[in-house]
């Protein structure tokens, strides 16, 4: 058990939908990413928040946005359902904002656009 | 720009057997580089880490050391278990301001009694 947590587990959607995930970091971690993880894709870097704030930006479509809270959890909003958006996504977190620090994953949220 | 490769899978093994899962990568710097495990259904799990050159990462029988001059970090395990049955993945930590973490595409290990 990494101490991240993700929910929900599994999420099942029609197309042109929205949907919220919810990520909370290991206990003291201030820095959350998430990550997509697809069969044509990999495992893709979409965002990352640190301790509130946006540090940085991946390949992320502008029909999702993300935020972290006061309390530090993050959650991860989809819109515009598309098919191709059906991918396990991650969030993971770290201590710091940066430098080679160690990211803890947590179990993934299976998203399934019908 | 910063890039992992990985063998191609699967690597099917039998119980034993010695591993070997080639990983070498393109990056600005001396980023740290990992290696995470995926188990059928589960998340990613930290296997192991090495943060510099020459550094040995190692853990649950597992090893891979950084090698600067040819730029690898293959993944080797002298006696697999069925148990280790799963998709490996060979990542580094992006330099610059993000510090993303730049994944492989994945070798699938079956381990077969």
């Known amino acids: 058990d990494s101490g991240v947590t993700q929910t929900p587990k599994h999420l099942i959607t029609a197309t042109g939908q929205r949907v919220t995930l919810r990520c909370s970091p290991r206990?003291?971690?201030?820095?959350v990413y998430w990550y997509q993880q697809s069969l044509d894709q990999g495992l893709q870097f979409l965002i990352q928040y640190y301790n509130g704030e946006e540090r940085a930006k991946g390949n992320i479509l502008e029909r999702f946005s993300a935020q972290q809270f006061p309390d530090l959890h993050s959650e991860l909003n989809l819109s515009s359902l598309e098919l191709g958006d059906s991918a396990l996504y991650f969030c993971?977190?770290?201590?710091?904002?940066?430098?080679?620090?160690?990211?803890?994953f947590g179990p993934g949220t299976r998203l399934t656009v019908l | 720009g910063n890039s992992v490769t990985q063998m191609e899978g699967p690597v099917t093994l039998s119980e034993e057997a010695f591993l070997t899962i080639n990983c070498t990568y393109t990056a600005t710097g001396y980023p740290s580089l990992f290696w995470y495990v995926q188990y059928p259904g589960e998340g990613l799990q930290l296997l192991l880490k090495a943060t510099k050159a020459d550094d040995k990462g190692s853990n649950k029988g597992f090893e891979a050391t950084y090698r600067k001059e040819t730029t690898s970090f293959h993944l080797e395990k002298g006696s697999v278990q069925v148990s280790d049955s799963a998709v490996y993945f060979c990542a580094l930590i992006s330099m610059d301001s993000s510090y993303k973490l730049i994944f492989g595409s994945g070798t699938r290990l079956l381990v077969r009694p």
């Open positions: 993971a977190s770290s201590v710091l904002a940066g430098g080679p620090d160690t990211q803890y």
């Open positions: 206990s003291g971690d201030l820095s």
